[in-house]
Nanobody, 126 residues
Framework: QVQLVESGGGLVQAGGSLRLSCAASGRTSSADAHSAEAMGWFRQAPGKEREFVAAITWRGGIVLYADSVKGRFTISRDNAKNTVFLQMNSLKPEDTAVYYC??????????????WGQGTQVTVSS
């Protein structure tokens, strides 16, 4: 129902930065884009399970981060533009993964999200 389109992935050196964007579009209106309680970012590295990165609620902008990214990543949203961002600083090779945005409940679990983007590759070289 909610279409999510991600952008901003790429190749970056360790210590560098990237900003990911996720544009959410509703089926019939802007309100549809906010039908989910929250937006989340997850990542999946080769041979690994999909891992929670960060989440934010549409209504209050309440944020939650995985311990591995606290202090380095910042999730934010622009409600008027129906867009969620993930600013990634001080990137490390272990951050290399496909990053996905998702819409659903405010949760650290993949099962809490009902709509997913296509994913965008982030590669950090050392």
């Amino acid at each position: 129902q909610v279409q999510l389109v991600e952008s901003g992935g790429g190749l970056v050196q360790a210590g560098g930065s990237l900003r990911l964007s996720c544009a959410a579009s509703g089926r019939t209106s802007s309100a549809d884009a906010h039908s989910a309680e929250a937006m989340g970012w997850f990542r999946q590295a080769p041979g690994k399970e999909r891992e929670f990165v960060a989440a934010i609620t549409w209504r209050g902008g309440i944020v939650l981060y995985a311990d591995s990214v606290k202090g380095r990543f910042t999730i934010s949203r622009d409600n008027a533009k129906n867009t969620v961002f993930l600013q990634m600083n001080s990137l490390k090779p272990e951050d290399t993964a496909v990053y996905y945005c998702a819409a659903g409940f405010y949760s650290t679990y993949t099962s809490g999200y009902k709509n997913w983007g296509q994913g965008t590759q982030v590669t950090v070289s050392s």
